[in-house]
T-cell receptor, first 111, second 114 residues
Framework: SQQGEEDPQALSIQEGENATMNCSYK?????LQWYRQNSGRGLVHLIL?????REKHSGRLRVTLDTSKKSSSLLITASRAADTASYFC???????????FGKGTRLSVIA | DGGITQSPKYLFRKEGQNVTLSCEQN?????MYWYRQDPGQGLRLIYY???????QKGDIAEGYSVSREKKESFPLTVTSAQKNPTAFYLC?????????????FGNGTRLTVT
């Protein structure tokens, strides 16, 4: 079952601009994770935010979580062409259940 | 370097044949997972295993089988009963019992069945 839904499905921006992707989910969670996938490759973990956290930063990444709205956002600041990839949110509902992934946002950063 | 190795990267089979995809990890992770990804789609869970000699069905297990005889290995067999097997298959692992640990992924196997 698909838990997270990313929005938009695709996003095209110029290098140097900020990119914002959103994720909505349906049930209560322990944490929410964001992953990146380059074309034809496996996913790489970017950042994890716990259900009791509201905001988290890692380098040029900023993640927010609003559990009352069941939504999260990923902001990439000062984007680079190398940020071109698909980005997925994944929800972790309890300690040992598998992560449930959304359909992803395809980001294109134009140099 | 620790990581997850999937092989082969590309696999071609004729319809009606079973095929096994390999997944090996040296991260000492207890839990392993198989996901399927179709073009422009998210990941859908096929099977997962939290411990050796035990595994559970995911959302789309029909037409697939797995085994977990060793901690390091979690092969996936795509059987002839799988109606639409052409897809990108991703294997992942993480520490079990640590619900906040991220998944580590292999680089996938692209299976084409004609």
């Amino acid at each position: 079952s698909q838990q997270g839904e990313e929005d938009p499905q695709a996003l095209s921006i110029q290098e140097g601009e900020n990119a914002t992707m959103n994720c909505s989910y349906k049930t209560s969670i322990n944490n929410l994770q964001w992953y990146r996938q380059n074309s034809g490759r496996g996913l790489v973990h970017l950042i994890l935010i716990r259900s009791n956290e509201r905001e988290k930063h890692s380098g040029r990444l900023r993640v927010t979580l609003d559990t009352s709205k069941k939504s999260s956002s990923l902001l990439i600041t000062a984007s680079r062409a190398a940020d071109t990839a698909s980005y997925f949110c994944a929800t972790d509902q309890s300690g040992n259940t598998p992560l449930v992934f959304g359909k992803g946002t395809r980001l294109s950063v134009i140099a | 370097d620790g990581g997850i190795t999937q092989s082969p990267k590309y696999l071609f089979r004729k319809e009606g044949q079973n095929v096994t995809l390999s997944c090996e990890q040296n991260l000492n992770h207890d839990a392993m997972y198989w996901y399927r990804q179709d073009p422009g789609q998210g990941l859908r869970l096929i099977y997962y295993s939290q411990i050796v000699n035990d595994f559970q069905k995911g959302d789309i297990a029909e037409g697939y089988s797995v085994s977990r005889e060793k901690k390091e290995s979690f092969p996936l067999t795509v059987t002839s009963a799988q109606k639409n097997p052409t897809a990108f298959y991703l294997c992942a692992s993480r520490m079990a019992g640590a619900g906040r640990s991220p998944l580590h992924f292999g680089n996938g196997t692209r299976l084409t069945v004609t």
